[in-house]
């Protein structure tokens, strides 16, 4: 069974940093692109960033590049979102989510966290 | 960037047909996925590649995708249908996924 399993969310001030983890099992994590998905309280979905199977190719929503960096550890069956210069726009529950193929759609999802960012 | 336009809500009585659009600049070309989404919970996949149910999602849900328009299709609406509905595509030209803004089904 394929689980996702997101920690890390917490409160943080502004201008601070935050990494979450997406723990990944029941699946072949190293051969699977991988995406973070994010949605503001009350909101819609916003896709964040997407990262290939081996980490050479990396896709990030404007509003986060140069702040945001996603990265993966095959070895470890885990994915990573490390986000730094956090802004109060950035409070959302975060989920990490597996693509079905390149540029695809996002089959499995975990459960989410929340990342609160308010002084 | 590309933007993809749901309406806010739809409602249905149980037992009638709800429809729900996803407007988008040559949408038709692209291949679209729809995702159901219940509170506190994460998104699920209903619809993929615009028409295509993955495992254990009941036949009544149904999409399709022409020229500015895709539409997903919930017959014989039920109570657990309630929740909101995102629609989703890659652009290509921007390297981003692209999500509609949602649209809250109330069955009434």
């Known amino acids: 069974e394929v689980e996702l399993v997101v920690s890390g969310g917490g409160l943080v001030q502004p201008g601070e940093s935050l990494r979450l983890s997406c723990a990944a099992s029941?699946?072949?994590?190293?051969?699977?692109?991988m995406t973070w998905v994010r949605q503001a309280p009350g909101k819609g979905l916003e896709w964040v960033a997407t990262?290939?199977?081996?980490?050479?190719?990396?896709y990030y929503v404007d509003s986060v590049k140069g702040r945001f960096s996603v990265s993966r550890d095959n070895a470890r069956n885990s994915l990573y979102l490390q986000m730094n210069s956090l802004r109060a726009e950035d409070t959302a529950v975060y989920y990490c989510?597996?693509?079905?193929?390149?540029?695809?759609?996002?089959?499995?999802w975990g459960q989410g966290s929340l990342v609160t960012v308010s002084s | 960037s590309y933007v993809l336009t749901q309406p806010p809500s739809v409602s249905a009585a149980p037992g009638e047909t709800a429809i729900i659009t996803c407007g988008g600049n040559?949408?038709?070309?692209?291949?679209v996925h729809w995702y159901q989404q219940t509170p506190g919970q994460a998104p699920v996949v209903v619809i993929s590649?615009?028409?295509d149910r993955p495992s254990g999602i009941p036949e009544r849900f149904s999409g399709s995708n022409s020229d500015n328009t895709a539409t997903l299709t919930i017959s014989r609406v039920e109570a657990g249908d309630e929740a909101d509905y995102y629609c989703?595509?890659?652009?290509?030209?921007?390297?981003?996924?692209?999500f509609g803004g949602g649209t809250q089904l109330t069955v009434l």
């Open positions: 990262i290939k199977q081996d980490g050479t190719e990396k």
């Open positions: 590649y615009d028409k």
């Open positions: 989703q595509v890659w652009d290509d030209n921007s390297q981003y996924a692209v």
């Open positions: 040559r949408i038709g070309s692209k291949s």
């Open positions: 029941g699946f072949t994590f190293s051969t699977s692109w």
């Open positions: 989510a597996r693509d079905r193929s390149r540029f695809d759609y996002f089959d499995f």
